[in-house]
T-cell receptor, first 113, second 113 residues
Framework: AQKVTQAQTEISVVEKEDVTLDCVYE???????LFWYKQPPSGELVFLIR??????QNEISGRYSWNFQKSTSSFNFTITASQVVDSAVYFC??????????FGSGTKLNVKP | DTAVSQTPKYLVTQMGNDKSIKCEQN?????MYWYKQDSKKFLKIMFS???????INETVPNRFSPKSPDKAHLNLHINSLELGDSAVYFC????????????FGPGTRLTVL
């Protein structure tokens, strides 16, 4: 079975704090792909990153970084020095062998000034 | 240029009516999807088409019928609308290959009164 769990329903931080959004996945596929999407208050879904199951290198893009650990089936997302514009719902997603994406339930991030 | 577009952005209608939502992508992708996002932000796939052929058909009432006139378009027609159909509907597209990333449209907020 394919499943993505985002245990944190909502997180509130003060601007400039670092925050980590957790994502734990389940899959029996040997090859799979993990994604993060951002949904700001305006409602659109914005692609942030894709990671392949055979590439466990962490990735950094500006204030964003992602930590992929197959041993714990986790793909966590860290925002460094958070800003108000980071306030959004963040979705983690999994794609296995078939063309089907499984989304987590989302984590709502509130960044207060 | 808009990559994935949907019309209309907002749709308010009475119970029992029939309505359609249109989706177009100019990314040259082969695969298109419809998702439903409920009030709790949970994203659930409804349908997927690859080159005009239906490849994913989740447990969705027969009142929902997708139509793909060509691989750049995937429309969603809903018959006999019910209150529970109120949600945001997202169209998405992807190449459909192994290195697959879905790109989403802006969403259509459907309100059934």
């Amino acid at each position: 079975a394919q499943k993505v769990t985002q245990a944190q329903t909502e997180i509130s931080v003060v601007e400039k704090e670092d925050v980590t959004l957790d994502c734990v996945y389940e899959t029996r596929d040997t090859t799979y792909y993990l994604f993060w999407y951002k949904q700001p208050p305006s409602g659109e879904l914005v692609f942030l990153i894709r990671r392949n199951s055979f590439d466990e290198q962490n990735e950094i893009s500006g204030r964003y970084s992602w930590n992929f650990q197959k041993s714990t089936s986790s793909f966590n997302f860290t925002i460094t020095a958070s800003q108000v514009v980071d306030s959004a719902v963040y979705f983690c997603a999994l794609k296995g062998n078939f063309n089907k994406f499984y989304f987590g339930s989302g984590t709502k991030l509130n960044v207060k000034p | 240029d808009t990559a994935v577009s949907q019309t209309p952005k907002y749709l308010v209608t009475q119970m029992g009516n029939d309505k359609s939502i249109k989706c177009e992508q100019n990314l040259g992708h082969d695969t298109m999807y419809w998702y439903k996002q409920d009030s709790k932000k949970f994203l659930k796939i409804m349908f997927s088409y690859n080159n005009k052929e239906l490849i994913i058909n989740e447990t969705v009432p027969n009142r929902f019928s997708p139509k793909s006139p060509d691989k750049a378009h995937l429309n969603l027609h809903i018959n006999s609308l019910e209150l529970g159909d109120s949600a945001v509907y997202f169209c998405a597209s992807s190449h459909g290959g192994p290195y697959d990333t879905q790109y989403f449209g802006p969403g259509t907020r459907l309100t059934v009164l």
